[in-house]
């Protein structure tokens, strides 16, 4: 132990004078690591009693007041355990749960000694009176129990486990008297669910590792203490069955309560106890047949069966038990262990137990309905069912004259599916194919498309047209190749396998399966073709509308991988995308319906319409990239010129009375940069018809604008002929539209556009340009805020340096913003504050920052984002701690939250050293004056500084 200076009475003196309030003892207690100091404070009176809890009866919340003191002597304990526990063991807890929790920590860094006192004295009352044991104490009573059991302890083991995963029956009223599943008792344990399962395994590897079979008979014990709790306790082994099928892990197991949990924890130790010693065998099967409930005998059995080899006696044993043969409760684990130990009987045994099969089940098996029936025949076929279901079981062994009987009783009762569960459960996920992939891969291709030409479910519950589909879809995705020809027959078969082969095919594509391109285009073209003369009358059926998608998916694919090299079938891909922009979908009548929930824009990429002219765009895009590759100048000049039937689309389309579809004005509206780019007159001719000014199209202009505004940066092509929109959405500003929801808000999207454009220099007279102005007056405080946010939110994001024109440009805008906020009578403090994101940002100069930052901290202005700010004022505080320790000032006599400047320690405490050491004689004094107030606010930290 090291030399510790021991306190004086002085000390003591001036100590006990200065913590008399509790932040002060709080950071005298959490600083001190001086063991000499606990005798003295002892005599002074500390340590003997815990702060008491404080209870708020009408909301029903108990406070625990943090005790220092107790955090301190957990600190102590390794230099002095044997003081500290009988500082414990006397002090009056009070009900302080904290200070159980320092216990339970410190019970196992104790000599034993003193962790036995600590237990009977403290930990074990405590645990048996709360209702759930702290999450953050588990952890703790785990190390507790592996130190007690290590030192030999096992009693105080086992009585700290089993208060641990103790319960209790919590009564139920309104139980109904006949529903087997309600019960009269709720169990209640000390820990959550997951808790009490992760910790049975936990501390089962404990005693695992020591050697000790106690937890195990100890868990058994408690499995059987449960069952008794159950509703109708003669009937809880049937409860235990219906929740526990199997014993092992399965997928038929409930996990419905901690029997559950118990049950497989007993499961996992036995089997770990006998791998490693198989002496254990016998000792844990007689503790399991010694509470004679079917669990246990279902244990045994699967330990059994688990370790048949080592054990062929016990097989014998067990398998010829005839009561376990009939029990229906026992069937599962007797099943398999049938299964698997048949062979391992002698002739004479194995005939045993098929003569046992020949008689039947005995009259105990049989429930009292089925011993009183009259139906002859019904009990002759429930013989018959109990009878194949035990030979599928051996069938395998079974001499020729038996393998006919059971042919007969396979033919006679069906081939039981799982005859080792009395009753199997089966969750339909999804939808129920009437054939596998294998099956359907290995017919013939006659056989396949005979089939799903005629092919009717008979319960869509069980085998649906879907599920076929889906399958169908699968094989297509693995090997495309093989079912290209599936596309020659688009007419015979139904939309939903049409769409199922198209969407497999393309998924083909994505997966990089080898396709020819070729092959599908000319397929696809005939289906488009197909589909297109006889739109009307497919009744707006889905799957016909996921073929069209998915042949313009594919198409767009090609197209975003420039792959020119199917451009011999240029010809091909705009005739069936030109075809597809006619498309009925969507229908004036079913757009308005789905434009309730979504907006125009995401409308426009579910409809086959709105799709066609995404992909129309993209063809466009498409072909000019190749003639910029191979440098075709006349083409690229032409613009839409060279392709009069597209541009022919492109207008009609514009006319409302010709196309109504909100969705597909949307994509205009999206994708007007990009037609800037390709035609530039025609996009300057038609602007006002993809975003007209008239009131009786407002909405179509609200679906373009939002589209452009959402998805594009403010481009210099797209505003020369988007200025008067822009004025015309300023005006909007705050309206809102019937189209709704929306896909963002494009008043900030518009303030981000503005933004762009200013410090782009794209706004002609800078900060007296009319739009700037316009929209400082119109819009509110939060959107202003937004603008400024948004500004320094692309500064932090710029990684290189920025231009210096545009700095100069976005401080005159600072500057410029400070003296409106200045002249109002409530400046917007949001506004302001948000400057704090240029501030941080690092991209100004560091003294001119400074200067701008300080000009922004008006009265009561914040500071956003905090932790930036601050991080950019420490950083600066060493070369500049006059101008910092001026701005940290400012935020902390205007009153911030004391959890800011708890989050702010280390930066306060950086600024206020350098303004100290570094700073003018004003702003020295400034600094110690922060330290005081500071203080006043319990925030004594900073109190060394003073010495400086």
Same mark, same amino acid.
């Given at each position: ?115 036995? %006192?600590?237990?009977?004295? *403290? ?8 209702? #759930? ?26 009585? +700290? ?29 000390? +820990?959550?669910?997951?808790?009490? &399962?992760?910790? =049975? ?113 016990? @097989?014998?044993?067990? =398998? ?26 002698? %002739? ?30 019904? @009990? ?64 013939? #291709? /006659?056989? =396949?498309?005979?089939? =799903? ?57 994505? #997966? ?8 599908? +285009? ?91 002219? *995404? ?23 032409? !613009? ?76 210099? !092509? ?37 933004? #762009? ?16 102005? %316009? ?55 949001? &506004?302001?504050?948000?400057? /704090?994101?240029?501030?941080?940002? /690092? ?18 202005? /914040? ?86």
């Amino acid at each position: 132990m090291p030399s510790w200076p021991k306190p004086t009475n002085e000390q003591i003196d001036k100590m006990t004078s200065l913590i008399a309030h509790p932040a002060q003892r709080r950071y005298f207690f959490d600083n001190l690591g001086n063991p000499e100091w606990i005798e003295p404070l002892y005599k002074r009176g500390f340590f003997k009693f815990a702060p008491k809890v404080i209870k708020n009866q009408p909301i029903n919340i108990i406070q625990n007041p943090p005790f220092p003191e107790s955090k301190y002597l957990k600190r102590m304990v390794n230099y002095c355990p044997e003081q500290v526990s009988e500082i414990y063991l006397a002090m009056e807890i009070q009900e302080n749960t904290l200070v159980y929790l320092d216990i339970v920590e410190i019970a196992s860094s104790v000599p034993l000694k003193y962790s036995i %006192k600590l237990i009977d004295g *403290h930990i074990l009352s405590w645990l048996k009176s709360v209702n #759930q044991i702290p999450f953050s104490c588990l952890d703790n009573l785990l190390r507790l129990v592996e130190y007690l059991l290590k030192e030999q302890n096992e009693k105080y083991a086992l009585l +700290l486990v089993k208060i641990i995963f103790s319960f209790q029956a919590i009564p139920q009223p309104g139980g109904l008297e006949n529903d087997f599943y309600t019960d009269d008792h709720k169990i209640q344990t000390k +820990l959550q669910p997951y808790e009490y &399962e992760t910790y =049975l395994f936990q501390i089962g590897d404990i005693f695992i590792e020591q050697k000790s079979t106690s937890f195990l008979n100890y868990l058994i014990d408690l499995l059987h203490g449960v069952l008794n709790y159950y509703r109708d306790n003669k009937n809880s082994h049937v409860w235990t069955n219906l929740s526990r099928p199997a014993i092992e892990k399965h997928n038929q197991n409930l996990h419905i309560d901690i029997a559950d949990f118990i049950i497989s924890a007993i499961r996992d130790i036995a089997e770990k106890f006998i791998s490693d010693d198989k002496t254990y065998f016998t000792q844990i099967s007689i503790k399991l047949f010694d509470k004679k409930r079917p669990i246990f005998y279902r244990i045994a059995l699967h330990l059994t069966r688990k370790f048949q080899n080592i054990f062929p006696g016990q @097989v014998k044993t067990m =398998l010829l038990n005839r009561s376990f043969l009939n029990s229906t409760e026992l069937r599962h684990e007797y099943g398999l262990l049938l299964k698997e130990g048949f062979s391992l009987l002698d %002739k004479a045994d194995q005939n045993t137990i098929l003569a046992w099969i020949e008689e039947g089940p005995t009259s105990e098996s049989l429930s009292e309905e089925d011993q009183d029936t009259t139906d002859k025949d019904m @009990v002759i076929r429930y013989k018959k069912n109990w009878q194949v279901q035990y030979l599928s079981f051996i069938h395998r062994y079974l001499a020729p004259e038996w393998q006919t009987r059971y042919k007969e009783l396979v033919e006679d009762m069906g081939r039981p599916k799982h005859p080792e569960f009395p009753v199997y459960t089966k969750t339909i996920r999804g939808y129920t194919s009437p054939k596998s992939s294998e099956e359907l891969a290995g017919m013939e #291709q /006659g056989e =396949l498309l005979d089939y =799903l030409v005629k092919w009717k479910s008979q319960n869509e519950y069980k085998e649906s047209t879907e599920g076929l589909a889906r399958t169908l879809q699968g094989i297509l995705t693995e090997n495309p190749d093989k079912y290209l020809w599936l596309l020659d027959h688009y007419k015979t078969l139904k939309p939903v396998f049409l769409r199922a082969i198209v969407s497999g095919l393309y998924n083909a594509c994505k #997966q990089h399966n080898d396709v020819k391109k070729s092959d599908l +285009l000319d397929a696809f073209s005939g289906i488009v073709s197909w589909l297109s003369r006889d739109s009307q009358s497919q009744d707006n059926n889905s799957d016909w509308r996921h073929v069209k998608m998915r042949i313009l998916e594919y198409i767009d694919t090609i197209m975003q991988k420039n792959d020119h090299s199917v451009f011999e079938y240029d010809t091909l891909v705009k005739k069936m995308i030109i075809l597809l922009t006619d498309d009925i979908d969507p229908e004036p009548e079913n757009e308005t319906y789905h434009l309730s929930s979504m907006d125009p824009f995401n409308r426009a990429l579910n409809v086959v319409r709105g799709q066609a002219f *995404h992909s129309l765009i993209r063809y466009l895009l498409w072909k000019r990239r190749y003639f910029e590759q191979h440098n075709m100048l006349k083409e690229l000049d032409s !613009g839409l010129k060279i392709m009069p039937d597209i541009q022919s689309i492109l207008d009609k389309h514009l006319d409302v009375e010709k196309d109504p579809s909100f969705a597909v004005r949307s994509v205009y509206g999206h994708f007007f940069p990009w037609l800037v780019k390709i035609d530039k007159d025609w996009s300057a001719t038609n602007v006002d018809r993809i975003f007209p000014d008239s009131d009786e199209l407002k909405e179509y202009f609200y679906a373009a604008w939002s589209a452009y505004i959402s998805f594009n940066l403010a481009y210099k !092509g797209s505003f020369v002929l988007l200025e008067e929109k822009y004025h015309k959405a300023i005006n909007l500003i705050g309206t809102e539209s019937n189209l709704k929801p929306r896909i963002s808000n494009p008043d900030e999207k518009l303030a981000e556009h503005l933004m #762009q454009l200013f410090w782009q220099g794209n706004l002609a007279d800078d900060l007296k340009n009319p739009l700037l102005i %316009k929209f400082w007056q119109k819009a509110d405080d939060d959107l202003k805020a937004y603008a400024i946010q948004y500004v320094g939110i692309s500064l932090q994001r710029t990684k290189t340096e920025a231009d210096q024109a545009i700095l100069g440009r976005l401080l005159d805008l600072w500057e410029y913003r400070i003296k409106i906020n200045k002249k109002e009578n409530e400046p917007n403090i949001k &506004e302001l504050s948000n400057f /704090g994101h240029w501030f941080s940002s /690092g991209k100004f100069g560091a003294e001119k920052s400074l200067e701008m930052y300080r000009k922004s901290l008006l009265s009561r202005v /914040g500071t956003t984002p905090q932790m930036k700010v601050m991080d950019r004022l420490a950083e600066l505080s060493s070369d500049y701690s006059d101008q910092t320790i001026l701005c940290l000032d400012h935020l902390i006599q205007k009153g911030v939250a004391p959890m800011l400047i708890h989050y702010w320690k280390d930066h306060i405490r950086t600024i206020i050293e350098n303004a100290i050491t570094h700073g003018k004689t004003e702003n020295k004094d400034r600094a110690k004056n922060l330290v005081h107030l500071l203080g006043k606010q319990q925030f004594f930290q900073f109190r060394d500084l003073l010495l400086l």
